[in-house]
């Protein structure tokens, strides 16, 4: 007796009920005089069905933006340096737990969830 017959699927089609996942486009032209320049890219989160969403992880969100550094120039991999928007700030933490639903449900306009989910609301 031959159990190929019975094999369960291994892979199947999500039809939509995927996760919406963080999708990222091509770093543009360096913006600016070295070394202060800045590189964009665009960084959006889409779901199974490719249309934008609000649910992907604000954790595992890839950069938007890079510094342009002038070191050597025979290395092209050596003039990016990953930048954040803000210096670190100590002082804005998230004060309850969850703080990325309201991040999702575009609560961070209120006084309320930019206090108490200031570093969330801040990173958005």
């Given at each position: 007796?031959?159990c190929s017959?019975?094999?369960?699927?291994?892979?199947?089609?999500?039809?939509?009920?995927?996760?919406?996942?963080?999708?990222?486009?091509?770093?543009?032209?360096?913006e600016?005089?070295?070394?202060?320049?800045?590189?964009?890219?665009?960084?959006?989160?889409?779901?199974?069905?490719?249309?934008?969403?609000?649910?992907?992880?604000?954790?595992?969100?890839?950069?938007?933006?890079?510094?342009?550094?002038?070191?050597?120039?025979?290395?092209?991999?050596?003039?990016?340096?990953?930048?954040?928007?803000?210096?670190?700030?100590?002082?804005?933490?998230?004060?309850?737990?969850?703080?990325?639903?309201?991040?999702?449900?575009?609560?961070?306009?209120?006084?309320?969830?930019?206090?108490?989910?200031?570093?969330s609301?801040?990173?958005?």
């Amino acid at each position: 007796m031959t159990c190929s017959a019975h094999k369960p699927e291994t892979e199947r089609a999500c039809r939509g009920s995927c996760l919406p996942s963080w999708y990222v486009g091509e770093w543009g032209a360096c913006e600016g005089n070295c070394p202060s320049g800045m590189q964009k890219r665009e960084v959006r989160c889409l779901d199974a069905n490719g249309h934008e969403s609000n649910y992907c992880n604000t954790e595992e969100m890839p950069i938007l933006k890079r510094a342009c550094t002038c070191t050597r120039k025979e290395d092209p991999r050596d003039r990016y340096q990953p930048i954040h928007d803000e210096p670190n700030d100590r002082s804005c933490v998230d004060k309850i737990r969850n703080c990325y639903l309201a991040v999702q449900a575009r609560l961070c306009k209120y006084a309320y969830y930019k206090t108490h989910c200031c570093d969330s609301c801040r990173n958005k």
